[in-house]
């Protein structure tokens, strides 16, 4: 099996850790501002 890794592919596997880690800096920054419910609906709603 010789498949190369593309840089679509490494751009799709480098992605989701840089979004989970914003995530998470961002809930930090906000936690006084914006209650918990509201962030985790504004989470999944973008």
Do not use: C, I, S
Not at 17 to 31: K, T
Request: net charge positive.
């Amino acid at each position: 099996m010789n498949q190369r890794l593309t840089p679509a592919t490494a751009l799709l596997l480098v992605v989701p850790p840089f979004l989970w880690a914003g995530n998470a800096v961002v809930g930090r920054l906000v936690q006084d501002l914006v209650p918990p419910v509201t962030l985790n609906f504004l989470r999944w709603a973008l």
